[in-house]
């Protein structure tokens, strides 16, 4: 199919003011010499005349003059509109800019504050109005919050929520009141005196004449309306006419085109754009729905409004010829890692040897041991770059003299991981233990307490065992002593005198008598005279003495000669749960019929049997007197409660594994020590290829593939073991550089000379267009960064210096990009290089009408990218303002709106001798508004000590740096409202008095 191009030229010039330029599928306008095209991009005017004095620049508010540019703006209140021309009125109602119980009220540019009805305004509060003290009601009146209510006396109803009437008048319509002194009917307007003049009864007006409406009359109770078709509004003097849907401030959403019809209004689209759905735009797709016109070797790209046609990928145009011709990307910067074949429109690249393509154009070495197995007993296949070696297996080496692999002997390398014997073995090694212990592990061994068993030591019933690691030693008993050769001989405790009267030695002790007349005390040693009297078999007498001494159960009874029986159950019923039996020298529990005593001889239990619910307990149950005792099955063990049995850890008795068993998550897992690997069976460990290799590779070790790796940047050095840096700056097809390349460890970078940036590939070196980038200087009347139109991608950097003790700002004033976009297409970062650490103070890549940005010395660094070529118009307005404004810079600071600000130190008293700045930056054209929630600085006539002062410091302000507000004392200043943009709170204190100073926000 044959597409023909439209001329639009030739339908009005397009509707270009002077030039038209037809294209393949679109057109532009173009302005003669002298004149520049405007935003509309139809228009023209003089390079030497003001823009804006031709019909105001088709601007509905302002038209601001920028070089040989404009722009629109608005009146405070408003928004710009998308087509950058009208303008809308901005709800200020959205940002909740009322204070306290105060509604919002929007009007065309502002907004009001108000009170709802029978509210009255103090300050930021609403007090509800009495309404009852005005005589709103004919007879009582009842007060409530926002509101009033009427009532009625006694013989009169309430009317229209106010009025009374007596009850022999009969209102049929609610237009009856009665005369109150004799109760005749009186109908307000719109009603009538009904049959007997009792009642009130409606008027239709639209009964005579139509109420002289044109169009329709509609009667209602009490008055009538007219009526006029949809589409129409009713004038002041009754007459139907066209309603201009159109007007409003909105576009009536709309979003390109508001098109007024008679009686209504549809929407409409600019020339590349269709309409979706009933309000919105969308851009038509030429490319996609393939209505473009473009030559077999271009391709279409799409962009808002129309296309263009471009050379396809692996094509470039001819200037001479102006067609599409191959470009042979093997002759020029390709990308291949190795060989390269130029075909049409593209280029193929290829592998050496050894090698296979990934990711279209880099080589990987193939690994030929997944296919390979090396013929000798012993060997492994190890891969190296491009081919392949077979090397000896872990455990062996190879003799040179025979190229055989041979068995390394872990044991005399000292490669093994055994705690004590070590055993080779062909290919491995095994661990044994020394005697006095036992194998736990692979490798592990654990001593063997001889001391558990008798048949397990060589101690005899005369001594002690006492186990130590590998072995145990004998130790003579208490009452024996130890010979040289290591036997025991009793000891005769009598040769010490341990017995008051007669000793008597035994083997490994001895006994103590008393004569006659004596009795043995309790202490087995003493003697005692016998000439106590004995209360209860309890009394034994002191040696010096005939004082009584008494026995456990037993105290002291009169006269200290005899001993008698303690009571125990006379206190807390001797610690037993039910019944307590006193005996001599002790006490007995008891327990009623069907509770039995427990095993602590205190408490009653239920008596339970086996056989009866298995006693309680949860696996095996045994009969005991008293009672039952429970236990658990193997792989089990007994929980607190004496029954319950709880099964015991995943690695108990080492959960089957070899060498180590890791509980995860409630389940064992084995795992190997270091140099093995896990079998199939998950518990046997056997020797890891890596755990020998590690040592020897310089990267990393791949056990799966048994060979050593490099990092990217890297290969791997003959020996397969060691990697060497490539130096890709020696082999162009790996960098790439346009022009220098710089070779790093392991990569690469490509540098590009003066004058000269490095493009988004990191290959290509490209230069900026003019303006893009520079110094500038500015002062307080304010300059604007140059419009960049491409070609892109670009980078610009621009450094702003303000004078000497002046500080630089910057604003974005107006930004406007096609869309869709992302902020890896766009961006702008604002630096300050005096600050420390050298600051980003804003990253941003979209919006408009953004806060200023104030340095913290007189320099700004503005950068910015444009990634790819797509519409954009910007500015971006920098200025300066004197450093008075900001004082001492000890306690200067710059904030937004809607930030908190305060006095230095608060809440503690401000310092003297202070001279601190608050620069608060707003938005385009808006006011601000400052609120002070504490207010206390020095009091003093016309505030001469200390002092708040408020200043305009919008560049263009008619009341530049001049104060607009002063405070002192403890008064809360009322809030504040600024002209514009920037304003700054500056505060001065001398060294006389010091108080709480200041806190409040912005809004």
């Known amino acids: 199919m044959l597409f023909v191009d439209v001329n ?58 920028s070089g040989n540019n404009y722009y629109c703006s608005c009146y405070v209140g408003y928004d710009l509109y998308t087509d950058n021309k009208r303008c809308f009125d901005a709800d200020e109602c959205l940002r909740d800019l009322c204070p306290g119980d105060l509604s919002c009220t929007n009007t065309p540019g502002s907004y009001t504050c108000s009170c709802s009805a029978g509210y009255d305004q103090e300050g930021d509060s609403c007090i509800d109005v009495n309404e009852c003290l005005l005589n709103v009601c004919d007879h009582i009146c009842t007060n409530k919050q926002g509101s009033y209510q009427c009532s009625c ?36 307007e719109g009603y009538e005196i009904g049959a007997g003049g009792v009642f009130c009864q409606d008027v239709d007006e639209c009964s005579v004449n139509e109420g002289d409406c044109i169009y329709g009359c509609e009667n209602t109770i009490g008055s009538y309306v007219c009526s006029c078709p949809v589409g129409t509004v009713l004038s002041s003097d009754n007459i139907c006419i066209d309603e201009d849907e159109c007007s409003t401030g909105n576009n009536n959403n709309c979003q390109q085109v508001c098109v ?43 962009y808002f409004g129309s296309y263009s046609c471009e050379c396809s990928p692996g094509y470039f145009k001819n200037t001479q010829t102006s067609q599409c011709e191959d470009i042979n990307e093997c002759s020029d910067t390709n990308t291949c890692e190795q060989n390269c074949i130029n075909l049409s429109g593209t280029y193929e690249c290829e592998c050496n040897a050894g090698y296979e393509l990934y990711n279209f154009y880099q080589c990987r070495d193939i690994n030929e041991c997944l296919a390979i197995e090396c013929t000798q007993n012993n060997q492994y296949c190890r891969n190296t770059e491009g081919s392949y070696v077979c090397d000896c297996e872990p455990e062996y080496r190879k003799n040179v003299q025979t190229d055989i692999c041979e068995d390394i002997d872990e044991c005399i390398k000292g490669s093994h991981s055994c705690e004590q014997i070590c055993v080779n073995s062909d290919g491995s090694y095994t661990c044994d233990c020394s005697g006095g212990y036992y194998s736990s592990s692979f490798y592990g061994c654990t001593d063997i307490d001889e001391c558990a068993s008798p048949n397990s030591n060589t101690c005899n019933d005369k001594q002690i065992c006492l186990n130590i690691q590998g072995s145990h030693l004998c130790y003579c008993r208490s009452g024996f002593t130890t010979l040289p050769d290591g036997s025991c001989l009793d000891v005769d405790e009598c040769e010490y005198n341990l017995c008051d009267h007669t000793c008597h030695n035994t083997e490994g002790s001895y006994q103590c008598t008393c004569d006659e007349g004596f009795l043995l005390y309790r ?18 007498c002191v040696v010096s003495g005939s004082d009584c001494i008494c026995n456990e159960g037993y105290e002291i009874g009169n006269a200290n000669i005899f001993c008698q029986d303690i009571d125990e159950c006379s206190q807390n019923n001797g610690g037993c749960s039910h019944s307590c039996v006193n005996t001599p020298g002790s006490h007995e529990c008891g327990c009623p019929e069907g509770l039995e005593i427990s095993w602590n001889g205190q408490t009653c239990i239920e008596i339970v049997s086996c056989t009866e619910l298995n006693g309680g307990c949860e696996q095996s149950c045994e009969e005991t007197n008293p009672g039952v005792e429970c236990s658990c099955w193997d792989g089990y063990y007994l929980d607190t409660d004496a029954k319950s049995c709880i099964v015991h850890p995943p690695c108990y008795l080492n959960g089957g594994c070899q060498d180590f068993c890791n509980e995860i998550e409630g389940r064992g897992e084995c795992s190997c020590r270091t140099g093995y690997r896990l079998g199939y069976d998950r518990t046997s460990c056997y020797a890891s290829f890596c755990y020998y290799a590690y040592d020897y590779c310089d ?51 490509c540098t590009c000379p003066e004058g000269l940036w490095v493009d988004t590939d990191g290959k290509t070196c490209r230069e900026n267009p003019p303006g893009c980038g520079g110094s500038l200087f500015t002062s307080t009347t304010g300059s604007t960064l140059p419009i960049i139109t491409g070609p892109f991608p670009l980078q610009c ?20 990009l096609g869309l869709p976009f992302n902020c890896d297409d766009w961006g702008i970062e604002v630096w300050d290089p005096r600050a420390p650490s050298y600051s980003l103070l804003r990253d941003q890549c979209y919006g408009a009408y953004e806060e200023y940005t104030a340095s913290a010395g007189n320099e700004l660094l503005i950068k910015i990218h444009a990634e790819r070529d797509f519409k954009f118009y910007y500015q971006f307005f920098y200025y300066a303002i004197e450093d008075n404004v900001f004082g001492s810079s000890e306690c200067q600071q710059t904030i937004s709106l809607g930030s908190n600000f305060s006095s230095p130190n608060f809440p503690q008293p401000y310092s003297p001798d202070s001279q601190c700045s608050i620069l608060i930056t707003g938005l385009r054209d808006r006011r601000m508004g400052l609120r002070f929630y504490y207010f206390n600085v020095e009091s003093s006539p016309d505030c001469e000590r200390d002092y708040v002062i408020l200043r305009d410091t919008t560049y263009n302000s008619n009341t530049y740096n001049q104060p607009l507000a002063r405070w002192c004392g403890n008064e809360v200043p009322d809030p504040v409202y600024s002209v514009t943009g920037v304003i700054s709170l500056v505060f001065y ?11 409040g926000t912005t809004f």
Not at 28 to 34: D, K, N, Q, R, S
Not at 528 to 536: E, I
Request: proline residues 3%.
């Open 989 to 999: 204190s001398d060294s006389s008095v010091q108080t709480g100073g200041f806190y």
């Open 260 to 302: 007024n019809t008679d009686g209504g209004y549809q929407c409409a689209c600019l020339d590349g754009y269709q309409l979706d759905g009933e309000y919105t735009c969308t851009d038509v797709d030429e490319c996609a729905l393939r209505t473009y016109e473009c030559d077999s070797d271009q391709s279409c790209v799409n």
């Open 153 to 188: 006396r006694a013989g009169y109803n309430l009317y229209q929520a106010r009025s009374c009437y007596k009850y022999n008048c009969e209102p049929g319509g609610d237009g009856c009141r009665c005369i109150p002194t004799v109760g005749d009917c009186l109908c307000i």
């Open 797 to 816: 950097e621009w450094k702003i210096t303000a004078p000497q003790g002046q500080l630089a700002l910057f604003r974005i004033y107006y930004l406007s």
């Open 523 to 540: 202490n087995y040693r003493s003697c005692s005279k016998s000439d106590c009297s004995l209360g209860d078999a309890g009394c034994g």
């Open 699 to 749: 990267h990393y070790c791949d056990n799966s593939r048994r060979t050593c790796g490099c990092k990217e940047g890297f290969a791997p050095r003959t020996s397969g073991y060691n990697c060497a840096d490539i130096d890709e700056c020696a082999y162009p097809h790996l960098s790439g550089c346009s022009h220098t390349c710089e070779n790093t460890e392991g990569s690469y970078i």
């Open 8 to 65: 639009e030229c030739a339908d009005s010039n397009g509707g270009c003011q002077q030039k038209c330029v037809n294209t393949g599928g679109s057109y532009y306008c173009e302005c003669g010499a002298g004149y520049n095209l405007a935003v509309d991009e139809r228009s023209c005017y003089s390079t030497t005349e003001d823009p804006c004095l031709l019909n105001n620049g088709g601007c509905e508010h302002i038209c601001i003059t």
